[in-house]
């Protein structure tokens, strides 16, 4: 399997998608057609950085509400372990299960990272910000978990102004 670590452009087309998410629901990205999408990557359910990203979302999660932001979290877990994750945590919003990283591979989440002073391929951290129409307005490829959905909110203030 090939993976790069060039991430997809702001302005292109989001591609499209299909996965259920930890409650066996199917997603699309025609679904949200019409609103505001966080489409975001994390490597591993229940993991410290991934554990801060998503509670941190959940913690912002009136806001991105207010702002009209629907979220989307993908890994490559299964929905049962996602099931698990968002009940641990009280997540509000669905997470999709890519087991066979479709998605992952679709928007370009799957590249080298250095763990533990070692080189490896897998899930990057990278977020997608995708308008109505649904083209990438924002692309994120270097996410901070602690202050990602804060960013994520004041960077939509200026995209939407």
Known sequence: MGYSN???TEETKAP???A???FEKMHTLADY???W???YFYPKDDTPGCTKEACAIRDAWADFADAGISVLGVSK???KSHKKFS???SLPFPLLADEEKKILTAYQALGEKTLYGRLHFGTLRITYLINPEGIIAKAYP???PETHAKQILEDFKALSS
């Open 6 to 8: 060039c991430m997809l």
């Open 16 to 18: 499209d998608f299909s």
């Open 20 to 22: 259920t998410d930890q």
């Open 33 to 35: 057609a019409g609103r």
């Open 37 to 39: 999408l966080m489409l």
């Open 77 to 79: 877990d299964s929905a």
């Open 87 to 89: 009940e641990k945590y």
């Open 142 to 144: 270097n996410v901070k």
